[in-house]
């Protein structure tokens, strides 16, 4: 079966899901140009998610997909947020801000039942996960209304685990991806491989369709992963400046910069690795450390510093999730970029 039969979309394309910089405006209009767009819902509170599921099931010329996080939070060390914090404290300090002040919370949800029972009204067409997958009668569920599951690997082991416990197709997440690693199995980097290296490993080892993730930026990117045995592919930085997206100006700025071209893996914006341009907080405390308490419980303490100094015009503590090759993000319409890496899938 191929990709598109299995999603229901015209072409074998999936945009990333980018929590903080993109809303359902992106994923329609990829989903107008035949692409299966995604929505990134793990930060969307029940009201949030639920305008955005109207907006799609209303408008989405085509299938859709809802990203959730399968994530354990882990328990609340005090110990280890009060040393994250004294880490954080000289920055509060240069920018006038309250330690004191700081609001307990994760910040990223991770699926659960409440949530299933809100989307089953909806019945989306596709449901992708990032670190591995809910418990098994969720996915019965998922799929009792007709809905596909995706989820990421970003080693082989991950996607044999993932096949065995009811995933549809696998996403195979290189090294060079921006945001998060989708890593669930083991939290040891050493492990994740390229792109180019894990696809076709996983397509040797796996029965179900995979699409390949991380460092595809243009129509020839998309061709190689195809060549490769991909059976789709899912792009995510290069649709950072569309108009459709919510990047900031001061991220926009910044991938439009020679600073785009250094990233780096990092937990200090979450506890959990992800990749993003190097920016002054990443050089001084990082870019991976040991201090901030592990996913996702980091983000609540370094999130202040963020606010305070986007509003002097400064993205020192702003986290600029972006691939190791961002020559594919351009300044049109996520319509149109669609087409244009479409342009590699003729006959697809």
């Known amino acids: ?21 993109q809303n359902s405006a992106l994923a ?29 099931q209303r408008e989405a010329a085509g ?10 939070t882990p328990p609340a060390d005090a110990q280890r947020e009060q040393q994250w914090r004294s880490a954080l404290a000289p920055y509060y300090a240069e920018l006038g801000l309250d330690i004191e002040a700081i ?18 009204a909806y019945r989306p067409p596709v449901v992708s ?11 019965e569920r998922i799929k009792g209304w007709g809905g596909k599951v995706l989820s990421s690997a970003t080693t082989v082991a991950e996607g044999r685990w993932l096949q065995a416990h009811g995933a549809d197709a696998v996403i195979a997440q290189g090294l060079e991806a921006g945001g998060h690693r989708g890593h669930f199995l083991s939290t040891d ?24 993730a991380g460092g595809i930026a243009d129509a020839d990117g998309v061709r190689a992963a195809m060549q490769l045995g991909a059976a789709g592919v899912q792009i995510g930085t290069a649709y950072l400046l569309c108009p459709e997206a919510t990047t900031s100006a001061l991220h926009r700025a910044a991938l439009q910069s020679e600073a785009s071209g250094h990233t780096a893996l990092t937990n200090l914006f979450s506890g959990g690795a992800a990749r993003g341009i190097v920016n002054r907080v990443m050089r001084e405390l990082g870019p991976l450390s040991a201090l901030p308490p592990p996913f996702p419980l980091a983000g609540t303490a370094i999130t202040p510093l963020r606010g305070a100094a986007e509003q002097l015009g400064s993205s020192d503590f702003s986290p600029l999730w972006a691939g190791q090759n961002v020559s594919g993000c351009e300044e049109i319409g996520a319509e149109q970029l669609t087409r244009k890496l479409a342009s590699a899938c003729s006959g697809r």
């Open 103 to 120: 609001k307990p919370g994760a910040g990223r949800r991770p699926f659960d039942a409440d949530t299933l029972e809100l989307i089953s």
């Open 189 to 212: 980097l050493s492990l994740q491989m390229g792109t180019f290296a894990l696809l076709p490993q996983l397509v040797r080892a796996l029965d179900i369709p995979v699409i390949a």
């Open 28 to 56: 329609l209009a990829v989903c107008r140009a035949g692409g299966l767009g995604s929505l990134p819902c793990a930060m969307l509170g029940a009201e949030a998610l639920e305008a955005e599921l109207q907006t799609l």
């Open 1 to 21: 079966m191929t990709l598109t039969d299995l999603l229901g979309s015209t072409l074998p394309l999936i945009q990333a899901p980018m929590a903080g910089v």
């Open 63 to 72: 299938p859709w997909n809802l990203n959730f996080f399968a994530h354990q």
């Open 129 to 139: 996960f990032h670190f591995g997958l809910p418990e098994a009668a969720m996915i």
